[in-house]
Nanobody, 121 residues
């Protein structure tokens, strides 16, 4: 069993910053990519940022230059530093980890429960 838990969401004014953290735990052999997605009301879930085990990153165009993703392979954690936040960044943010479990079964995606980020004055 693998668990993914996010933390760090909240309410922030436009132009402000937030830091989201995510930890994966359980029967983990190794984690491939880790990433953050978000879903705003009435919209589909979209990729925000992803990072490979080797540290290569990819960002949605809408967040490039403002958000930074990083990970700690030893701790199975991923962090999203969000700066210069805009009202359109308001959404539920979900952490994703693509995991090879200790018990086998191939590469499987695991998701956290989501954390709300609200950008408003």
């Amino acid at each position: 069993q693998v668990h993914v838990v996010e933390s760090g969401g909240g309410l922030v004014q436009p132009g402000g910053s937030l830091r989201l953290s995510c930890a994966a735990s359980g029967s983990i052999f190794s984690i491939n990519t880790m990433g953050w997605h978000r879903q705003a009301p009435g919209k589909e879930r979209e990729l925000v940022a992803v990072i490979t085990r080797g540290g290569a990153t990819n960002y949605a165009d809408s967040v490039k230059g403002r958000f930074t993703i990083s990970r700690d392979n030893a701790k199975n954690t991923v962090t999203l530093q969000m700066n210069s936040l805009k009202p359109e960044d308001t959404a539920v943010y979900y952490c994703n980890a693509n995991v090879w479990a200790s018990g086998g079964g191939g590469l499987q995606p695991y998701w956290g429960q989501g954390t709300q980020v609200t950008v408003s004055s």
